[in-house]
Protein backbone atom coordinates (compact mmCIF):
# COMPACT_ATOMS: atom_id res chain seq x y z
CA UNK A 1 0.00 0.00 0.00
CA UNK A 2 1.02 3.60 -0.85
CA UNK A 3 2.36 5.62 2.46
CA UNK A 4 0.79 9.07 3.19
CA UNK A 5 3.71 10.41 2.84
CA UNK A 6 4.28 9.69 -0.86
CA UNK A 7 0.96 10.66 -1.67
CA UNK A 8 2.38 14.30 0.34
CA UNK A 9 5.09 14.25 -2.20
CA UNK A 10 3.46 13.58 -4.97
CA UNK A 11 0.60 15.94 -4.56
CA UNK A 12 3.19 19.36 -2.85
CA UNK A 13 5.41 18.10 -6.42
CA UNK A 14 1.90 18.79 -8.43
CA UNK A 15 1.50 21.87 -6.54
CA UNK A 16 4.07 23.75 -8.25
CA UNK A 17 4.71 24.61 -11.88
CA UNK A 18 8.59 23.96 -11.66
CA UNK A 19 7.97 20.30 -10.35
CA UNK A 20 4.60 19.11 -11.62
CA UNK A 21 5.92 17.03 -14.23
CA UNK A 22 7.67 15.04 -11.73
CA UNK A 23 5.00 14.63 -9.51
CA UNK A 24 2.96 13.64 -12.28
CA UNK A 25 5.66 10.92 -13.19
CA UNK A 26 5.81 10.19 -9.67
CA UNK A 27 1.88 9.68 -9.41
CA UNK A 28 2.03 7.38 -12.64
CA UNK A 29 4.90 5.29 -11.64
CA UNK A 30 3.35 4.72 -8.12
CA UNK A 31 -0.07 3.92 -9.06
CA UNK A 32 0.45 2.61 -13.04
CA UNK A 33 0.33 -0.83 -11.75
CA UNK A 34 -2.70 -1.37 -9.08
CA UNK A 35 -5.21 0.74 -11.66
CA UNK A 36 -4.04 -1.14 -14.37
CA UNK A 37 -4.93 -4.27 -12.48
CA UNK A 38 -8.57 -2.46 -11.15
CA UNK A 39 -9.10 -2.03 -14.87
CA UNK A 40 -8.38 -5.04 -16.38
CA UNK A 41 -10.86 -6.80 -13.81
CA UNK A 42 -13.63 -4.73 -15.32
CA UNK A 43 -12.40 -4.94 -18.83
CA UNK A 44 -10.58 -8.59 -19.08
CA UNK A 45 -8.74 -8.08 -22.19
CA UNK A 46 -5.14 -6.50 -21.63
CA UNK A 47 -5.37 -4.02 -25.11
CA UNK A 48 -8.40 -2.66 -23.34
CA UNK A 49 -7.15 -2.26 -19.74
CA UNK A 50 -3.71 -0.57 -21.36
CA UNK A 51 -6.24 1.99 -23.44
CA UNK A 52 -8.55 2.81 -20.37
CA UNK A 53 -5.38 3.30 -18.54
CA UNK A 54 -4.33 5.85 -20.24
CA UNK A 55 -7.84 7.41 -20.38
CA UNK A 56 -7.77 7.34 -16.70
CA UNK A 57 -4.15 9.11 -16.59
CA UNK A 58 -5.22 11.96 -19.27
CA UNK A 59 -8.85 12.46 -17.06
CA UNK A 60 -5.90 12.89 -13.90
CA UNK A 61 -3.81 15.12 -16.00
CA UNK A 62 -6.10 17.60 -16.95
CA UNK A 63 -8.61 16.79 -13.15
CA UNK A 64 -5.57 16.92 -10.60
CA UNK A 65 -6.07 20.71 -9.75
CA UNK A 66 -9.59 19.61 -8.79
CA UNK A 67 -8.60 17.02 -6.05
CA UNK A 68 -9.54 18.56 -2.86
CA UNK A 69 -7.60 15.86 -0.89
CA UNK A 70 -11.41 14.89 1.28
CA UNK A 71 -10.10 11.05 0.12
CA UNK A 72 -6.96 9.76 -0.10
CA UNK A 73 -5.17 10.39 -3.65
CA UNK A 74 -5.82 6.23 -3.96
CA UNK A 75 -9.67 6.55 -3.62
CA UNK A 76 -9.85 9.55 -5.74
CA UNK A 77 -7.31 7.60 -8.85
CA UNK A 78 -9.79 4.60 -8.61
CA UNK A 79 -12.88 6.16 -9.10
CA UNK A 80 -12.13 7.53 -11.84
CA UNK A 81 -10.55 4.23 -13.04
CA UNK A 82 -13.31 2.52 -12.19
CA UNK A 83 -15.64 5.21 -13.89
CA UNK A 84 -13.20 4.71 -17.16
CA UNK A 85 -13.48 1.41 -17.00
CA UNK A 86 -17.07 1.26 -16.90
CA UNK A 87 -17.74 3.76 -19.38
CA UNK A 88 -15.55 1.71 -21.76
CA UNK A 89 -17.50 -1.61 -20.96
CA UNK A 90 -20.91 0.59 -21.63
CA UNK A 91 -19.29 1.78 -25.27
CA UNK A 92 -18.50 -1.37 -26.41
CA UNK A 93 -22.12 -2.36 -25.45
CA UNK A 94 -23.38 0.30 -27.52
CA UNK A 95 -20.83 -0.33 -30.56
CA UNK A 96 -21.47 -3.49 -30.59
CA UNK A 97 -26.14 -2.43 -30.17
CA UNK A 98 -25.79 -5.46 -27.31
CA UNK A 99 -26.68 -5.39 -23.67
CA UNK A 100 -24.02 -4.88 -21.12
CA UNK A 101 -24.61 -8.92 -19.82
CA UNK A 102 -23.43 -9.70 -24.00
CA UNK A 103 -20.24 -7.86 -23.65
CA UNK A 104 -19.75 -9.43 -19.79
CA UNK A 105 -20.24 -12.79 -21.94
CA UNK A 106 -17.69 -11.59 -25.15
CA UNK A 107 -15.20 -10.76 -22.32
CA UNK A 108 -15.35 -13.98 -20.86
CA UNK A 109 -14.40 -15.49 -23.91
CA UNK A 110 -11.67 -13.56 -25.15
CA UNK A 111 -10.06 -14.00 -21.41
CA UNK A 112 -9.56 -18.07 -22.66
CA UNK A 113 -7.61 -16.67 -25.98
CA UNK A 114 -5.76 -13.40 -23.96
CA UNK A 115 -2.54 -14.29 -24.18
CA UNK A 116 -1.98 -11.73 -21.40
CA UNK A 117 -3.55 -13.65 -19.37
CA UNK A 118 -1.59 -16.60 -17.72
CA UNK A 119 -3.36 -17.87 -15.29
CA UNK A 120 -4.40 -21.62 -14.73
CA UNK A 121 -8.25 -23.22 -15.00
CA UNK A 122 -8.75 -22.15 -11.69
CA UNK A 123 -8.41 -19.00 -12.17
CA UNK A 124 -9.58 -18.91 -15.23
CA UNK A 125 -13.64 -19.84 -14.00
CA UNK A 126 -13.08 -17.72 -10.83
CA UNK A 127 -12.92 -14.63 -13.62
CA UNK A 128 -15.51 -15.93 -16.01
CA UNK A 129 -17.49 -16.06 -12.77
CA UNK A 130 -16.65 -12.55 -12.02
CA UNK A 131 -17.40 -11.25 -15.14
CA UNK A 132 -20.66 -12.91 -15.40
CA UNK A 133 -21.63 -10.26 -11.88
CA UNK A 134 -23.92 -7.39 -12.41
CA UNK A 135 -21.22 -4.31 -12.63
CA UNK A 136 -21.59 -2.70 -8.54
CA UNK A 137 -21.15 -6.46 -7.52
CA UNK A 138 -18.12 -7.09 -9.63
CA UNK A 139 -17.09 -3.79 -8.71
CA UNK A 140 -16.89 -4.43 -4.85
CA UNK A 141 -15.95 -7.96 -5.51
CA UNK A 142 -12.71 -6.81 -6.74
CA UNK A 143 -12.32 -3.81 -4.44
CA UNK A 144 -12.58 -6.00 -1.69
CA UNK A 145 -11.57 -9.31 -2.69
CA UNK A 146 -8.05 -8.13 -4.57
CA UNK A 147 -7.45 -5.33 -2.99
CA UNK A 148 -8.51 -6.38 0.60
CA UNK A 149 -10.13 -2.29 0.53
CA UNK A 150 -12.26 -1.45 3.86
CA UNK A 151 -15.34 -1.18 2.84
CA UNK A 152 -15.51 1.97 4.90
CA UNK A 153 -13.16 3.40 2.02
CA UNK A 154 -15.21 1.47 -0.10
CA UNK A 155 -18.00 3.47 0.70
CA UNK A 156 -16.33 6.62 -0.03
CA UNK A 157 -15.45 6.08 -3.23
CA UNK A 158 -18.44 4.44 -4.48
CA UNK A 159 -21.01 6.58 -2.32
CA UNK A 160 -22.91 3.53 -1.18
CA UNK A 161 -23.60 2.98 2.05
CA UNK A 162 -21.44 0.17 4.06
CA UNK A 163 -24.11 -1.91 4.62
CA UNK A 164 -25.56 -1.92 0.90
CA UNK A 165 -21.45 -2.70 -0.12
CA UNK A 166 -21.36 -5.73 2.19
CA UNK A 167 -24.42 -7.07 1.07
CA UNK A 168 -23.22 -6.38 -2.59
CA UNK A 169 -19.74 -8.52 -1.97
CA UNK A 170 -22.18 -11.33 0.12
CA UNK A 171 -24.30 -11.25 -3.04
CA UNK A 172 -21.26 -11.52 -5.38
CA UNK A 173 -19.70 -14.16 -3.19
CA UNK A 174 -22.84 -16.39 -3.63
CA UNK A 175 -23.30 -15.95 -7.36
CA UNK A 176 -19.51 -16.74 -7.93
CA UNK A 177 -19.74 -19.76 -5.53
CA UNK A 178 -22.68 -21.11 -7.67
CA UNK A 179 -21.03 -20.51 -10.97
CA UNK A 180 -18.19 -22.46 -9.73
CA UNK A 181 -20.30 -25.18 -8.19
CA UNK A 182 -22.09 -25.62 -11.70
CA UNK A 183 -18.52 -25.67 -13.73
CA UNK A 184 -17.80 -28.51 -11.20
CA UNK A 185 -21.16 -30.11 -11.56
CA UNK A 186 -20.63 -29.71 -15.24
CA UNK A 187 -17.38 -31.29 -15.73
CA UNK A 188 -18.28 -33.83 -13.64
CA UNK A 189 -21.25 -35.34 -15.69
CA UNK A 190 -18.98 -34.45 -18.82
CA UNK A 191 -16.50 -37.29 -17.89
CA UNK A 192 -19.11 -39.65 -16.49
Do not use: C
Not at 61 to 79: D, Q
Not at 125 to 136: D, F
Not at 178 to 183: G, I, M, W, Y
Amino acid sequence: MITPTSDEQILELLGSDQTYERGFRLLMSTYKELLYWQIRRIVQVHNDADDVLQNTFIKVYNGIARFEGKSKLYTWLYRIATNEAISHMQSKARQSASSLDDVNNLMANQLKADPWFDGDAIQLKLQEAISQLPEKQKMVFNLRYYEEMPYEEMSGMLNTSVGALKASYHHAVKKIEASLKEDDEQSLSNIA
